[in-house]
């Protein structure tokens, strides 16, 4: 039959001064849309006359009746569902029972065992406790939310006496105690966040912060808030030959360059407020026991083959060449400057030796290939497990587009056996007998870096690790990290079979560049984490920014004039303002103490849209959508802002006691309003939340009340509550200051690339050198390399117009020229070959 799709406020039933959807049109002309109207139907065709009153009391029923109840409903199974979580051991025998007599029945059974197979019907209570919001909201505009008056005066009850039914706070730990380590609960969501492991010898910049452990804190901060049983732990990555060669350049050990640059991320990233419950390192006893542990069981279970593998060796360095320390042109793509282990560009696993042209990122010498016996995981063997266990992981979790897309691309091209050793000294030794000279590669060690490093905070790691019936572990990370997460890390502890915790929710951003560019340390482009500190901007500043532009869907840019503009306008005219205004209202016209609420009708209609702010922030903040919950707690503000100006409280409280009064009840919403802002901004700006309960003298218990179940704005600052001493929570950022800042960390080459090339010395026809070989100039020349192989990629992965890229490609082929020149070496003029990617 024809569907028929009409407008969202269109009528359909004549007779509903609200629409009813969907609606079933009879041919009589009728319209069923309720159970009542069916009844009323049949009741029809057993030959009773129909009665007109019917009609206005389906009316009733459908558009007040049922919108009253479903509210109302929504509102007890929160009480409910937090009664239950937090009830004493041997009360609510009655639903208890009905849970066992639920779990007897065969149909039950049936569907458990074919939906939540090992897990039993206890997985539901903690399903109750999440509670989301209703669909109809979900749906709803936010800059119209109209509520019904059934919801709007359901919001101000649970506004004035919502704190009722929430639990005692001395039960909800939304800030957690470090030790001793909480471990798995029955009943309660259990949540392991670990962020990608960052490279211990690289100083993270903005990008890595945001990618990884940023995200996973705001993440683990929330969940702590939602009343979950959460641990966020991360470390660094310290083995493999980029530390060896970090050491070699400082004249240290690679243990000293670990201990160095270890305290060094600790740094950074507690200046940053990041939260771990355990920030350890993969240089330790229980790294090695765990990896060597998983490598025995996969070995038993043949899941290891042997081969003879041929390798680039760099004579100049005297050395195998790790992945990372060979560029070449992909084999797949023919992108110019593919890493020795994968493409930035076709996202495609190579083998360093299918390289074409390689080069020793080191010296830049062509490397030679020799053979070398190396142990593979058998991942075609495990594929099948692997892709059952990813059909049922992407479709009950919560795995970020890029995740899937990434992990589908790798199966759809059948996955191949993956080396995990390589020929190194710095590293996790291999036990097997017959590669006792070998350590293992880092992507299949690095991983169990989170095994290790939770072990290392608590002699009872297993009970997170192997515990897959009640625990849900969330992995952030860079999209170029997923590869391994999702296939590579999951295959190992598959094929280990001692059930291992494997990733519920991946979540992978897509990359942050700097400007118009990349960051680069070695070109002082952008601002890494050790600089950012000195720049006069408050750590709660670089967080909002960093989460405001965080790149969720697609690519995105740190700009200084962007952070300015945010901070001026956002943060301290829209939240710092209201916030501010809020609290002096209250300071200056009511002696410090929030003062009665007689609520209107405008009252009540704010209640209901933040309540709506309120519940699509913790609908976006479940999922994981860090970036448009911000937005929604910037709406709010925005509510209230207007909602003063509307009703200049300033004014009012000159007048007679009728306006005293307005005055008084905007000021004491307006308040409270204030309170829950300082909640939800609790994950994204820690400081700034803490100093805004401190002005406003804050119970501990709006922390936690007003993020359990579905969400509940609560009055948490009654008449006669007093406040503390209110002060601006922002301050400007100046437009002199911010363009310093910028010309800073904007690069400061020792030679531009023009210039590099308007400099060079001058060949003669068959390409020999007129000037000898000038060492300084090489060095210089090899810096103007870098920086313009930089601004090729920039401009091809922006897919810039091709002759802009040809322009620049041909600046870099010149720049490498000359620095054959300069290096002594016989050069011939270039040219780019038609039709073939530089």
């Known amino acids: ?95 208890q029972a009905w849970f066992e007599r639920l779990a007897g029945e065969e149909a039950c059974q049936a569907a458990v065992l074919k939906v939540l197979p090992g897990k039993g019907l206890e997985v539901l209570k903690p399903f109750v406790q999440r509670q989301p919001a209703p669909a109809s909201s979900q749906r709803r505009d936010p800059q119209s939310c109209n509520s019904t008056a059934s919801e709007v005066a359901v919001r101000v009850h649970v506004f004035f006496f919502g704190h009722v039914v929430l639990p005692p706070t001395s039960i909800i730990h939304p800030q957690r105690n470090h030790t001793p380590c909480d471990l798995p609960q029955e009943g309660r969501r259990n949540l392991l966040l670990t962020s990608a492991l960052p490279y211990v010898n690289n100083v993270p910049h903005l990008g890595n912060i945001i990618g990884c452990v940023l995200s996973a804190d705001v993440f683990a901060r929330y969940g702590r808030l939602r009343g979950w049983n959460v641990l ?93 320390f060979v560029e070449g042109g992909c084999p797949h793509c023919s992108y110019p400057e593919a890493r020795g282990d994968q493409c930035d560009k076709c996202g495609k696993l190579i083998n360093a030796v299918e390289l074409k042209n390689p080069l020793c990122k080191v010296c830049s010498k062509t490397p030679i290939i020799q053979s070398s016996k190396h142990l593979f995981l058998d991942l075609p063997k495990l594929e099948s497990q692997l892709e059952q266990w990813l059909d049922k992981s992407t479709a009950a979790g919560d795995w970020t587009p890029n995740a899937k897309q990434i992990t589908r691309s790798w199966l759809r091209d059948g996955l191949k056996p993956r080396c995990i050793t390589r020929d190194l000294k710095w590293g996790t030794p291999v036990p097997h007998p017959d590669f006792k000279d070998k350590v293992f590669y880092v992507w299949f060690d690095a991983p169990i870096g989170y095994l290790s490093i939770t072990a290392n905070y608590t002699d009872q790691w297993e009970k997170w690790w192997k515990n897959p019936e009640q625990v849900e572990l969330y992995n952030f990370m860079a999209k170029d990290n997923v590869p391994f997460h999702s296939v590579v890390f999951p295959s190992s502890l598959l094929g280990a079979q001692d059930n291992y915790t494997l990733v519920n929710h991946l979540v992978a951003t897509e990359y942050l560049n700097y400007e118009d560019t990349k960051f680069s340390k070695s070109r002082g482009v952008g601002v890494f984490g050790d600089m950012a500190k000195d720049t006069g901007v408050p750590s709660d500043v670089w967080r909002f920014y960093l989460l405001y ?39 200056k016209f009511f002696e410090g103490c929030v003062p009665a609420m007689e609520l209107l009708a405008e009252d009540k209609t704010l209640l209901a849209q933040v309540g709506w702010e309120l519940r699509q922030y913790i ?15 910037l709406n709010i503000s925005r509510h209230g802002n207007q909602y003063i100006q509307i009703n200049e409280p300033w004014k009012k409280i000159k007048g007679g006691d009728q306006d005293r009064q307005r005055a008084g009840t905007v000021t004491g919403v307006s308040v409270n309003i204030a309170c829950l802002l300082s909640v939800l901004l609790q994950p994204y700006i820690p400081t700034t939340s803490r100093t805004i309960r401190e002005q406003l003298n804050a119970p501990a218990a709006c922390v936690s009340t007003m993020l359990h179940a579905g969400g509940s704005f609560v009055c948490s600052l009654p008449a006669g509550h007093a406040i503390g001493t209110v002060s601006p929570l922002f301050q400007k950022l100046e437009a002199d200051h ?83 020149l300069a290096e002594g070496k016989s050069a011939e003029p270039t040219a780019p070959q038609k039709g073939k990617k530089k």
């Open 1 to 95: 039959d024809p569907v028929l799709l009409v407008e969202q406020d269109g009528r359909v039933v004549p007779f509903l001064s609200r629409p009813a959807l969907p609606a079933l049109l009879l041919p009589s002309g009728g319209h069923l849309f309720s159970i009542s109207c069916f009844v009323a139907f049949f009741v029809c065709l057993l030959g009773r006359k129909p009665n007109p009153l019917i009609n206005q009391w389906l009316e009733w029923e459908t558009t007040e009746l049922q919108v009253t109840l479903v509210v109302g409903l929504e509102h007890v199974l929160r009480s409910l569902a937090l009664s239950l979580a937090f009830a004493p051991p041997g009360e609510w025998r009655c639903v």
């Open 232 to 324: 966020y732990v991360c470390g660094t990555d310290e083995y493999g030959t980029a530390t060896e060669n970090k050491a070699r350049e400082e004249g240290l050990t690679p243990q000293q360059i670990c201990d160095k640059y270890h305290a060094v991320h600790a740094e950074i990233y507690s200046w940053f407020q990041v939260d771990f419950d355990f920030f350890g390192r993969t240089t330790t006893p229980k790294q090695t026991e765990i990896a060597q542990d998983i490598f025995w069981r996969l070995h038993e279970r043949g899941f290891l083959l042997e081969d003879t593998v041929e390798q680039l060796r760099c004579e100049g360095c005297r050395r195998f060449l790790a992945d990372r």
């Open 549 to 587: 532009v965080r790149p969720e869907g697609q690519d995105s840019a740190f700009s200084w004039a962007d952070m300015a503009l945010k901070n001026n306008s956002e943060l301290l005219n829209n939240l710092g303002n209201f916030i501010n205004r809020a609290g002096m209202f209250v300071t």
């Open 619 to 633: 609908s976006l903040m479940d999922k994981v959508k860090i970036r448009d919950g911000l937005k929604h707690i």
């Open 738 to 820: 911010i363009e310093a800042l910028k010309k800073k960390f904007g690069g400061q080459q020792k030679v531009a690339p023009d210039a590099a090339v308007a400099a060079a010395p001058v060949a003669v026809n068959d390409g020999a050198v007129v000037s000898g070989a000038d060492p300084e100039r090489a060095k210089q020349l090899m810096q103007a390399v870098a920086e313009q192989g930089d601004k090729v990629r920039v401009l091809k992965g922006q897919k810039a117009e091709k002759a802009a890229i040809t322009l620049e490609v041909n600046k870099l082929l010149d720049l490498k020229k000359q620095l054959a």
